[in-house]
């Protein structure tokens, strides 16, 4: 697994980046300066207020790094990836183009699956009701999920962490609050899913479940959802009030997009990868079944800050 794993969040930073020997040099307005080593880098979030060069791109590159861009809000709204060098990446893409369906589908009941257990862990760590219930739904997943058991385990988990009558409500523009806060959480953890799937040789617009025509990175939504619960854990307890252009908690749900996810203690960003790469191999038809971790904490994110 990878041993980068930092996200370097620069969305409200105000100065320069210059490329250096090793890595990048973060420069402030006031003269002071930082240099980060690339080698220890996962993502880096760049606001409107930071000016660099092609260099800095290249370096980050050429390390592996994902950079993404976003708007005045800190959203991410656009990246910049290295090209894959695995060494299978041509096979990797006909494969990909030539999967049977029911491969697809059993990949994809194996994704909800592992996600609905999430969610029933955020439920019994959070001490709310209904994670009996959610893990009783994720026994019924059949392959393709034809009797769409994620919407029921969705209704079921957002009206016992939301309320009843809010609901989950992604890209709706809201600047405070739990979706705000899920919102740009989910943002960068995306981020660590795109670098995944492109590191392992993968052709990120061809989805297993999403297939929008516009979406390069279908792939990386299809893998994404077993990681959101973790993700969840830590908004959800947030206060109504709580929103993302608040750098304390922007700093947190950056570190809950990378914290320690398996047993073994592994990070996401390393999970991420790992999940990538089983994907290649059951797709190529080198594993039978896609093996997938499900998120079981309790998060650890801000416990003792």
Not at 63 to 82: H, M, N, Q, R, T
Not at 117 to 136: D, P, T, Y
Not at 221 to 228: C, V
Request: net charge neutral; proline share 4%.
């Amino acid at each position: 697994m990878a041993e980068q794993w930092r996200v370097v969040d620069l969305s409200a930073f105000e100065g320069n980046l210059r490329a250096v020997r090793g890595g990048v040099e973060v420069c402030t307005e006031e003269g002071t300066s930082t240099v980060l080593p690339v080698a220890e880098l996962a993502v880096v979030l760049i606001g409107m207020k930071v000016n660099l060069s092609a260099a800095v791109l290249h370096r980050l590159s050429e390390a592996d790094v994902a950079v993404l861009f976003c708007d005045w809000k800190g959203i991410p709204e656009g990246g910049c990836y290295s090209w894959s060098d695995h060494g299978r990446v041509a096979a990797r893409h006909r494969a990909q183009a030539e999967v049977s369906v029911p491969r697809k589908k059993n990949a994809w009941a194996r994704l909800v699956r592992a996600k609905i257990e999430g969610q029933a862990s955020v439920l019994e760590n959070l001490k709310i009701r209904g994670s009996g219930e959610l893990l009783a739904l994720a026994d019924q997943v059949r392959s393709g999920d034809p009797g769409n058991v994620e919407a029921q385990a969705a209704r079921l988990y957002w009206s016992r962490t939301l309320g009843r009558g809010v609901g989950r409500q992604p890209a709706a523009g809201q600047l405070i609050g739990a979706n705000a806060c899920l919102d740009y959480g989910y943002a960068v953890l995306r981020g660590h899913l795109m670098r995944a799937v492109l590191a392992a040789g993968l052709a990120p617009a061809l989805g297993v479940f999403h297939r929008g025509r516009g979406n390069a990175f279908a792939l990386a939504d299809d893998l994404i959802e077993p990681f959101r619960p973790a993700i969840d854990e830590v908004a959800l307890p947030l206060p109504a009030t709580a929103s993302p252009s608040d750098r304390e908690v922007k700093q947190l749900l950056v570190a809950a997009a990378s914290q320690r996810f398996d047993a073994d203690g592994h990070g996401i960003p390393a999970v991420a990868e790992a999940l990538a790469q089983s994907f290649g191999r059951y797709i190529e038809g080198d594993i039978d079944r896609l093996q997938v971790v499900s998120w079981q904490g309790p998060s650890r994110v801000g416990v003792g800050d």
